[in-house]
Every structure is written in C-alpha cells, then in structure tokens.
C-alpha cells in the first residue's frame, strides 16, 4: 500500500517510515506541510499520515486543501497529547481517523490497514462472510455453519467490526472508539470481557477458532489457513 | 496626604467648577440688587426734593417772599434732623431763610463739601428761580442712600467670600475622603501585588457605590486566590506524583543495567519500561485534558443530546466487566432526557464513575446506576454499598492524585473523579457525595433548565 506521511519531526517519521517499510508498505516522506501537499495532490497514496502541527502549512488545513482538490486519499491525523478538541476538528477538516501521540506502533498500523482497506467509494455490503461465519446486516442475524448464533446489540457491533476488518489486527481503542464511541481509555477492561463473551458464542462448540488474541496489539477475526 | 494630590482628584475638581460657579451668580446678584436699590433710592429723593419745592412754591404764590421765608423756617424746624436743607436768596444774592450752605446753580446738581469736622458730606440740590430775582434751594444728604448701597455690597461680598471658603473647605474634605477610600483600594491592591493575597479591600457596610465597588473586587480577589491556590497544589501534585513513578522506572532500569544477564531478562525489562511509561504518558495526558476541560473552552461544542442514551451505553459497556468482578450492576434509567452537553466529555464523566464503583469495592458489591427527572431537575445517580469513604474525606476524593486509603493498592491514577468533578463543572452539573450506608452514593444534579425540550 502506498503511505505518505506529513511530519516534521526527524525522530518520530523516520519510526513511522521504517515500521511501515517492514510491514511492506511504501511510503513517500514530506517533511512539511507545503511538501506533504504537492506529494499527496500528485501521488496515488492510499493513506496519508499527517501531523496536525507542522512547519508552515498545518495538517488541517493540509487536508482541507486536498479536500478542496478532491484528493480522497484516507488521512490520519495525529495529534498531540490532551488535545481534546482535535478529533471533532480533524474530522471536520476532512480526516478519516486520528491518533494520539504518542501511541504505540502496533496502534498505528492496525489504523493505517484499516484505512487502506476502506473503499474510495462507500460500497453497502448487506452480508458479510469470513469462513463459515455469515453476518446479515439487515436482518441482524449471525450464523455459524449454519446454526444461528444469538447476540446482543453491542456483541453485534463488536462481531460486525472483527469481520469488516477480517484478517487485520483491530486493536482495543479502535474497537472502543467503532463500537462504544468510547474516547478515553476506561480502566476497566470493557473490550477483553465483551471480547471473552462474544467468542464464547462465536468459537465455543466449533471446530477452529476464529476470533485471535494479538498479544500487545488487539484482536483478529480471520479464517484458518 | 499631600495637599496637590486632592487637588487632581476628579471630586474636587468637579467641586471647585460649582464653587466659582455659584459665587459668580452669588456677584451677578450682588451687583444687580445694587443698581436696582441705588436707582429706586436716587429716584425718591429727587420725587422728595421736587414735593417740597412745589409745596414751597406755592407758599411764594399765595404770601410773596416773606410767606416763603417763614416756610422755610418753619419747614426747617419741623424737620431739624431731616434730610432735607433749604436756603431761600434775596435778589441781590443775601441770604433771606434757610441753612443750606451752598448754593450752586439753578437746576439739579450733586455737590461734595468738606465739613467744619473735617467730613466730606454729599449732597443733592435743586435750585429754582422765583419771581423777582430771588432763588430758593433745596438739598438732601445723599448719606442714607449711601448707607443703604454699602450694606448691600457688604452683604455680598461676605456672601461671596462665604460661598468661596465654604465651597472650597467642602471640596477638599469631599475630595479628602473620596482619595482616603480609593487610597485604601489602592494600598491593598500595592499589598496583593507584592504577594499578600490574603488582603481585601474594606467594605462600609453603607452599601454606597465605592462599597459595592470594593465587594466586586474582593469577589475577585477570593476568585483569583482559589485559583492560585488549586493552581500551586496542582503543579506540586503533578511534580510529586510524575516524579515518583519516573524514580521507580530509573531505578528498575538501572538495575536491569547491573544485574540482567540474558537477552531475555532485558527483553523482560525493556517491556516492563514501556508498560510504565505508558501508564505516566496516561497519567499527562489525563492531567492535560483536565485542564483543557477546565479552560471551558468546550462549552461552545455542546450539543442537545440523549442523555438517558449515553448512560444506557456507558452502562451496557461496564455490564460484563462488573458482572466478571462478580458485582451486581443494576440500571434505573428513564428514556429520552435529553440535555445540552459535550456527548464525549458526559460519556467519559459516568464511565469514570462506575469504572471507580467496579474498581474500588469488592466482590459481592452491588451497583445501581439510574437516571430520572422530576419537574425541575435531572438527577443522576451511581451508588454502591462498598466500604465507602469517611465523611471527611468526600471534598478531597475529587482533588488530583487523591487517593483513598483502601484503594491505594489497586491501579489507578487518582484523577478519575477529578475529570468527572472537572467535567460537572463546565456542564454546571452539581455533584454531591452521601452515604449509602454502607457505600458511596454520587449524585448528579443537572443544572435547572438544563434539559433541552424546556427551553
């Protein structure tokens, strides 16, 4: 996948680049937000990673201008630490998704695979399928190899994001953020006891299971090899 | 005090303008009552000086000379003291009747003449001619007029002069107590700045304009030394409570340093590091977002929302962690209260609360979460019948890093209940602690009006 990320700290893009680099991505570098302007208007990039302070031009006017040009490369903004107004202004300059820094690199390339996986235009799937596991979104049902597999309205939710992003890593805030529109991170552990539910009817009784613990990352829904 | 500085006060300033103001109405009218007294006057002695002549003149007509000098003679005695003198002259200029001294010219003149004591008296004279070469003249002192002229410019010029002093005292004490009061702002603003912020401007209790004045200012003053004094204990909580955990860290590094031998034993520690990195970084970032919280500047995101929606969610989320924990988690919520709010700040305020009423009580607690509205106020509540807190201790669990005896031991950061109190503030929603007997209840007071469809 092709990735460009806008940020002007030496340190910090070059743990983006490289991490992003062994997981196979490619990835362009602009140093400032001028650069990260006329890289992204020119280049097909899938993502772009933007910093939302930078040298010159900033990351949310960055996007609002690609916006402008209809650039519809899927943007994660990352920004600084307690700032509890930049969600709501980066989604509105035209992100996708935010991180706080600093996060764990796990964190950014689960979001950065999401993003990339996200259609250019929104396509309304009505089923969702990964091995033997059905999901009816309109009619709210969940099958297993046939046999109906009973949910509660969050479980759903939880199963219906697994499954969008089946064969990725989903971390916990991703799901706290997609399923509870949690913004904080509770103490209690919300997502493991749901989690630990949720594949209590999903796995339990069946052959292999599907649902996966990603030690320090998150969760993984994918079908056996 | 020093006298120039009262003179530059606005108080006197504006009395002096009254002060020449009114003594110059107090000299225009000085000067008119004179000349219109001085006129009347004059214009009474000369109607006098012509009644006596033509009374005169017609005791000539009826009897000749020699009836008009015994006129004369007797008017003269009749009014010994009187204003008014004659002098009757033959036509060879002898003197018939009369003791007039002077005679001047026929007509109307005033005269001056130095008396045998040495005085200088005035008169007004008017000589006629009669038949057959003889004058008669008839004077008057003009002394009582003078007189009467005199009294009244003294009169004013002691009006004048009492206007001025009395005018210009009252301005200076005005103004002396006008710049004693500001003076004492002043003192007390000079103390404040140089670092006494226990001191307050005193209040009269007459409730004047410098009184309410000098309230509003202590308000302030109350005001800014709250905020200091949160502000000093917050930077020495955030100094002592990140310093501890960064010793801890450095410590353990360093003996990882010394005595880890494997690759595996520093895997282990680096590990270990950035769990306890990350939980500081958690610890900062919460302290930042309480303090953006506190800026308020969020209070122009909010938005009518659900509120029965965001504590069903809030509920639903926490349901099987609790229920893990082995506690009960019972819900009270009524549908469809709906309040102007920041849907992501009331969302982590109740999961804040109930984290700390799962995390804090042991098994076996139960929890009950209920949301409800009577005709006036919108009224959450989340209570548990845990081990509670002391009663002294309710203000300070909402205080940064507090941390109540028995949960010292189980993680945590002790800023939950200072985002939720944070959060509450910037809504105006009221949090008040009780005993549950046993346990903790909290209980939310949404502010009055605060529901939106009551707008």
């Not at chain 2, 007029?145 to 002069?161: H, Y």
């Not at chain 2, 912020?197 to 005193?202: D, E, G, K, M």
Request: charged letters at 25%; hydrophobic letters at 45%.
């Amino acid at each position: 996948m092709k990735v460009l990320i806008v940020e002007d700290d030496a340190e910090t893009a070059d743990y983006i680049v490289n991490g992003l680099t062994e997981h196979g991505h490619v990835v362009d570098h602009a140093h400032n937000g001028r650069e990260g302007l006329f890289l992204a208007g020119a280049g097909a990039y899938e993502v772009a990673v933007v910093d939302r302070m930078l040298p010159g031009l900033d990351g949310l006017s960055l996007v609002k201008a690609l916006r402008g040009d209809g650039v519809k490369t899927a943007v994660l903004f990352l920004t600084n630490l307690g700032g509890i107004d930049d969600r709501v202004e980066g989604l509105d300059a035209g992100g996708d998704d935010y991180l706080v820094k600093p996060f764990a690199f796990s964190e950014l390339l689960a979001r950065v695979n999401a993003l990339g996986r996200r259609p250019v235009t929104p396509t309304v799937d009505t089923v969702l399928r990964v091995a033997d596991l059905d999901m009816d979104l309109l009619k709210r049902g969940v099958t297993r190899a046939g046999k109906t597999i009973e949910l509660q309205p969050r479980e759903f939710k939880l199963l219906e994001c697994l499954m969008r992003n089946a064969g990725r890593v989903v971390t916990r805030t991703m799901l706290l953020e997609l399923v509870w529109d949690f913004h904080f991170d509770p103490k209690t552990n919300i997502v493991e006891t749901h989690m630990s539910r949720l594949r209590a009817k999903v796995d339990r009784g069946f052959d292999c299971e599907l649902i996966h613990t990603i030690r320090g990352s998150g969760y993984s829904l994918r079908a056996p090899a | 005090m020093r006298l120039p500085r009262i003179l530059n006060t606005a108080t006197f300033r504006l009395s002096a303008l009254y002060v020449v103001l009114f003594a110059m109405s107090v000299a225009a009218l000085g000067v008119i009552a004179y000349l219109v007294t001085a006129a009347a006057l004059e214009r009474r002695l000369d109607a006098r000086i012509e009644g006596e002549m033509t009374r005169l003149h017609a005791a000539f007509a009826s009897g000749g000379l020699a009836n008009l000098a015994s006129a004369v003679r007797t008017h003269q005695q009749t009014l010994p003291a009187g204003p008014l003198e004659y002098s009757l002259m033959g036509a060879d200029g002898r003197p018939l009747a009369g003791k007039l001294p002077i005679v001047p010219a026929l007509g109307w003149s005033d005269v001056e003449r130095v008396e045998s004591d040495g005085d200088v008296s005035r008169r007004r004279i008017q000589v006629t001619a009669l038949a057959g070469g003889a004058r008669l003249a008839i004077g008057a002192d003009r002394e009582q007029i003078e007189d009467v002229e005199q009294a009244i410019l003294d009169g004013f010029a002691s009006a004048f002069g009492a206007v001025l002093v009395l005018g210009i005292v009252g301005g200076i004490a005005l103004s002396f107590a006008f710049l004693m009061r500001v003076e004492t702002i002043r003192r007390t603003a000079e103390a404040i700045i140089a670092g006494d912020l226990t001191q307050r401007v005193p209040v009269r209790g007459t409730g004047d304009d410098l009184d309410r004045l000098s309230q509003t200012l202590n308000r302030m003053l109350d005001r800014i030394s709250e905020l200091m004094e949160s502000l000093r204990h917050i930077s020495a909580d955030i100094a002592h409570d990140l310093k501890t955990p960064l010793a801890r860290l450095r410590q353990r590094l360093e003996a990882t340093q010394t005595h880890a031998q494997s690759v595996e034993e520093h895997d282990a520690a680096i590990e270990a590091a950035i769990v306890h990195i990350d939980e500081i970084l958690t610890t900062f970032g919460a302290l930042l977002r309480i303090a953006q919280i506190e800026a308020g500047t969020r209070r122009s995101g909010f938005r009518e929302l659900d509120l029965s929606a965001i504590f069903t969610t809030v509920v639903d989320a926490f349901a099987p962690a609790a229920e893990d924990a082995g506690k009960r988690l019972d819900v009270k919520i009524k549908p469809g209260i709906r309040v102007s709010g920041d849907r992501e700040l009331l969302t982590q305020m109740l999961a804040n609360l109930v984290d700390n009423a799962i995390r804090h009580t042991p098994a076996g607690t139960h929890i009950e979460v209920s949301l409800g509205s009577d005709s006036e106020r919108i009224i959450g509540v989340v209570t548990d019948n845990g081990p509670g807190a002391p009663p002294e201790e309710w203000e300070r669990i909402f205080q940064r890093f507090y941390r109540l005896e028995h949960s010292r031991s189980t993680p945590g950061s002790g800023l939950g209940l200072s985002l939720v109190k944070a959060v509450a503030n910037l809504h105006g929603i009221a949090i008040d602690v009780r005993d549950a007997e046993p346990g903790l209840q909290i209980v939310l007071r949404f502010p009055e009006g605060g529901e939106w469809g009551r707008r």
